[in-house]
């Protein structure tokens, strides 16, 4: 089997959207951080929100009773905010999309002039263009190429009811979740201190290398900095930070507890990427993790 945009395994995820990293297989890590804190139950926020895997898989476990997502790229929000506003509508998009190179040039056509349409169209431009893209990449090339004489088409990362049956199921949950669409640094300085301190918070930020590539919105060496600045200084509930493996960001995480752990990536081919994890002081570390490399790296610092 080629190991270039392989089939989907369907019932692996709850999120709709792929996203470049997706951190949703860290989840078991992150629940066990929060039975070694007492936070199971409380709620949970994510500044760069995303497809938002953990989140949705951790409220959709009942883990936590509220999500906090915040997300300041316009189309992404535009998806979860019709996904939660609009379920029927979207979920009708879904199941009539139509999967051809002209329909995909149309979609990008929506996102490219994305002022003159209404979030709705917005919104499924984004899950449209992420489902066919390779890696989920909205700037990113069509499945399959635009001839579709790839091995897998453009529709192999499109199983309509399935997508439809989550989307149905976190939209059953919407009274649980608070969506915003601002910038990560006004959502950590003005809206997490709305939230219970004993609330953890889950950062995410765009990655150090590539990201131009990854994301419609990245940063530059100096957001990196400030923004490791105004994590450790201003959130006041415990939380977690997860980036690549740049020694730029170790550098801004220094006096943090970190370790740094193996995990598989899909970025057009499989291969396996160093991820860093810093947490803050008051974050205690679980003894071991199901996640074999995260275990290792857990034991190394026992």
Not at 60 to 89: M, P, Q
Not at 100 to 118: G, N, P, T, Y
Not at 179 to 189: G, M, P, R, S, Y
Request: proline fraction near 5%; charge should be positive; glycine fraction near 6%.
């Amino acid at each position: 089997m080629s190991k270039r945009d392989p089939a989907p395994s369907v019932h692996r995820y709850n999120t709709p959207l792929r996203y470049p990293g997706g951190k949703q297989r860290l989840t078991p890590f992150i629940l066990e951080l929060m039975e070694a804190n007492d936070l199971v139950g409380g709620e949970y926020a994510e500044p760069y929100a995303g497809g938002a895997g953990v989140a949705i898989a951790l409220l959709l476990r009942g883990k936590v009773s509220h999500i906090h997502l915040n997300d300041r790229c316009k189309a992404v929000y535009a998806f979860w905010r019709s996904v939660l506003n609009k379920t029927d509508e979207f979920c009708r998009r879904v199941s009539d999309a139509r999967l051809s190179v002209k329909e995909w040039r149309r979609q990008q056509e929506i996102l490219a002039r994305a002022s003159e349409f209404d979030q709705v169209d917005i919104g499924f431009s984004a899950f449209y263009l992420n489902r066919c893209n390779r890696s989920g990449i909205l700037a990113g090339g069509l499945i399959g190429g635009i001839k579709q004489t790839g091995e897998w088409k453009m529709g192999a990362r499109f199983p309509r009811k399935e997508l439809i049956r989550r989307i149905e199921a976190i939209a059953e949950k919407r009274d649980a979740i608070t969506l915003k669409n601002l910038d990560a640094e006004k959502f950590i300085v003005e809206y997490l201190p709305r939230i219970p301190k004993g609330a953890l918070v889950y950062c995410d930020p765009p990655y150090y290398h590539k990201s131009k590539r990854l994301y419609l919105n990245d940063y530059t060496p100096d957001d990196h900095i400030r923004m490791a600045k105004v994590i450790q200084r201003k959130i006041k509930q415990r939380w977690i930070v997860s980036y690549d493996d740049a020694p730029e960001i170790a550098g801004c995480y220094a006096s943090r507890k970190s370790f740094s752990y193996r995990l598989p990536y899909h970025a057009a081919t499989v291969y396996e990427g160093v991820e860093l994890f810093f947490v803050s002081d008051s974050l205690k570390l679980p003894v071991e993790s199901a996640i074999p490399s995260i275990s290792r790296a857990l034991q190394r610092l026992s």
